[in-house]
């Protein structure tokens, strides 16, 4: 294997995260793929090891024991992690507070906040050791302001917020940079999955006006993780030109 970087990217199998490994893929940065949908891991490690070296990870982030023993279990020649993309996450539902559902909060808390906890809890001690890594948390505009219907989903965002702030202070001393992008609407399975497969609701969310690619996404966390490496792109917000903010959208 080169001296290629070695990123670590949750939530690989769809989306941003498989916008971003592909990109990567691209510019010679090696791969472990974390998803739970192991069929579509393998098609990508298929089509990506043609350029990089690729390793999957097939485990749900909820799972704490699974996920410290799948990163413990990685080849040597995987284990040095530089860059973490944390990126796993979804919404599940969209209700008001007193309509929410129990499963649907239990959800979103568990894979967006304790999820992302136990990937970063796995990976961090190797950057430590070493005294260099960077971590991208990926937020959302809703870890910045709070939407009619969003309370559960925007308060794992929020946590999502202050998570990247407290590793970026805790984290300071060991010469690792934390940074969050906090995209606006995506056109991804993010509301497919929020309306529990309902794609013709899903597909309406995107209609009228041209939304973020996760493609776009990619192409950020590519410049934030190229930067050199004294400059942290501590925290971004990005939303397609006809956002304003959640509730504010320009629709033709
Ligand atoms: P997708 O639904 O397309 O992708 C979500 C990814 O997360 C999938 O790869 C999925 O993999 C993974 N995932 C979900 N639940 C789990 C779990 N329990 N364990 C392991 N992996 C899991 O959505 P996006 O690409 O849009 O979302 C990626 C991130 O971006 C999320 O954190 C989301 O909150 C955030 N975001 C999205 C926006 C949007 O508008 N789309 C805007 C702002 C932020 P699998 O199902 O195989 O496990
Ligand atoms: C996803 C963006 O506005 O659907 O985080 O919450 S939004």
Avoid at 18 to 42: H, P, S, W, Y
Avoid at 77 to 101: M, T
Avoid at 176 to 197: D, H, L, Q
Wanted: net charge neutral.
């Amino acid at each position: 294997m080169n001296k290629n970087k070695i990123a670590l990217i949750t939530g690989a199998t769809s989306g941003i995260g498989m916008a971003t490994a592909k990109l990567f893929a691209q510019n010679n940065i090696n791969l472990v793929l974390c998803g739970r949908r192991q069929e579509r891991l393998d098609t990508l490690k298929r089509e990506l090891e043609k350029e990089v070296a690729v390793h999957t990870l097939t485990f749900d982030v909820r799972n704490k024991t699974t996920v410290l023993a799948q990163i413990e279990s990685l080849p040597n020649n995987f284990k040095d992690i530089d860059i973490l993309i944390n990126n796993a996450g979804n919404a599940h539902g969209l209700e008001p507070i007193q309509d929410g559902s129990l499963e649907d909060w239990d959800a979103m808390l568990d894979i967006n906040v304790k999820g992302l906890l136990y990937v970063s809890k796995a990976v961090i001690p190797n950057m430590i050791a070493k005294k260099s890594g960077h971590i991208i948390n990926i937020g959302s505009t809703a870890g910045k302001e709070v939407y009619p219907k969003g309370n559960v989903y925007c308060a794992s965002k929020h946590a999502v917020d202050a998570i990247n702030q407290g590793m970026r202070i805790d984290l300071n001393p060991y010469n690792i940079k934390i940074g969050a992008v906090n995209p606006g609407m995506v056109e991804t399975e993010f509301s497919e999955v929020r309306f529990k497969g309902n794609t013709e609701k899903a597909a309406k969310v995107y209609q009228g006006f041209k939304p973020l690619q996760p493609e776009d996404i990619a192409d950020i966390i590519h410049f934030v993780v190229t930067r050199p490496y004294h400059v942290n792109i501590a925290d971004l917000v990005v939303m397609s030109t006809a956002q304003a903010s959640s509730t504010i959208v320009n629709k033709n």
